[in-house]
Nanobody, 119 residues
Framework: QVQLVESGGGLVQAGGSLRLSCAASGSIFSINAMGWYRQAPGKQRELVAA???????NYADSVKGRFTISRDNAKNTVYLQMNSLKPEDTAVYYCNADLLLPPAWSPYWGQGTQVTVSS
């Protein structure tokens, strides 16, 4: 059974930092892109940051310069370092990964972790 398990969410004051982790486990042959999305109440889920297997990154304009995505391919894990957090960063954060379970690639999602930033 393939799982993406997230950790690291919580409550933090504005200006603070949090680090999210997401580990993929199970019978995974390979992992392509990994990323983080977020969904605030009443809003659509949006891409926060993504990283390819080669390390190329992409960020939403709203988090550029504050968030950093990274991955450890040996551990099948992706991280999101969030600095200078703002109340508008409050959302449920979801991990996403493109996994190869032969013969096909498929997108997988984590269960979500709550990030709350108080003003």
């Amino acid at each position: 059974q393939v799982q993406l398990v997230e950790s690291g969410g919580g409550l933090v004051q504005a200006g603070g930092s949090l680090r999210l982790s997401c580990a993929a486990s199970g019978s995974i042959f390979s992992i392509n892109a990994m990323g983080w999305y977020r969904q605030a109440p009443g809003k659509q889920r949006e891409l926060v940051a993504a990283i390819t297997s080669g390390g190329s990154t992409n960020y939403a304009d709203s988090v550029k310069g504050r968030f950093t995505i990274s991955r450890d391919n040996a551990k099948n894990t992706v991280y999101l370092q969030m600095n200078s957090l703002k109340p508008e960063d409050t959302a449920v954060y979801y991990c996403n990964a493109d996994l190869l379970l032969p013969p096909a690639w498929s997108p997988y999602w984590g269960q979500g972790t709550q990030v709350t930033v108080s003003s």
